[in-house]
């Protein structure tokens, strides 16, 4: 059996929690395979961290933060302590510290909105941002040189209040509750030392990260992830996704990553007004079926020449943009109307690469050519480098901050 909040209630709480590990067979939180298991629990330690290569959720609580005037780098490291213990807890389906209801003169450890449930697939990944990198912590001469700001890109409509930030925290879980309470409570960990500079629900995954996920569908209502770098070919993810030893490469961001994300409005009032053939040629696939214009099959292989020029997804293949690859884990998202009353919609694009000039130069492409623009705008926009994945008793960023 696996505690998870849940089975907790189930027995009674605290004194529940001592009866039921007394019990043989009994283990808190049962880790399985990055997949999830049985009892929704995604390992949260390993060489890589959780949420890039697992499998990719329904929901998701993207948060961009801030550090505080005055903190120091052992600040951080603690708050680095701290988030590394409340996460490994979260991920397996428990209250941080104490509990929801750990003290009844004192605000509880836990706010108490995941009681009950699952741990729902819980990831949670974080990332430190270039400008982390400044005179604030010693930290300059440790910033690798991939990790500067953006460029400006063509395109770019970029809100400064919805872009950048000195940390990020993506949480993904199939209950969007879950993923909430995750942010909430790492963000209230961090008071005094972080504060949330933007943060993005997003509901519906628009990749797929695995061969055993069927691919979802975006809110132009085109399949999308077809032809995603996918945790199974192990070959790609080392050339493309993780960072490794070459000498350009820091030891501190071995086994990690880094990750763009740009909040990308869809025109989705224009989308609509436009035939189907039209968007077809735009995506350059077939709507309903995935596949490459021309073929039926949603896997079939895609010859980028024999499509139109300025379509989507001929100017995004890896052999357009000199083998450029990425793995694209990004949800959609809706934060009601704009000012002008149009829905403000669209795509949370987020991927994860070995080298921040893959996205560059697949976006200096895509936003000089490709017929989306006349239905999207990039309105937000950030890049962090992932850290690598820590073992029980480890600390995440030890290596970055010692
Ligand atoms: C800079 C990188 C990319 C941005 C930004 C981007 C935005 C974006 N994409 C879609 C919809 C689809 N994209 C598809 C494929 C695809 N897109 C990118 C990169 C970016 N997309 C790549 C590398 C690829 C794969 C190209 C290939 O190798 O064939 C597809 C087709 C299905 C699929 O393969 O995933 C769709 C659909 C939207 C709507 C959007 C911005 C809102
Ligand atoms: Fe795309």
Known sequence: MTLTRRALLRTGGAAGLAAATAGAGFVLGRETDAGGGPDHVVAFHGPHQAGIATAAQDRLHFAALDVEPGVTRADLRDLMARWTAASERLTRGLDVGAGASSAALAPPDDTG?????????????????PSLFDDRFGLAGRRPAALGPLPALPGDALDR?????????????????????AVRNLARLGRGVVTVRWSQLGFGRTSSTSTAQATPRNLMGFKDGTANVKAEDARAMDEAVWVGGRPDEPAWLRGGSYLVARRIRMLIEVWDRASLGDQEQTIGRHKRSGAPLGASDEFATLRPASLPPDSHVRLAHPDTNRGARLLRRGYSFTDGLEALGQLDAGLFFLAYMRDPSAFITLQNRLGTSDKLNEYIKHVGSGLWAVLPGVRPGAVLGSALLA
């Open 161 to 181: 209040s919805r872009s950048d930030g000195d940390l990020c925290v993506q949480a993904c879980a199939d209950d969007p509750q879950v993923a909430f309470h």
């Open 113 to 129: 909105e995941a009681v009950g449930l699952s741990a729902a697939n819980l990831t949670v990944t974080f990332g430190v941002g």
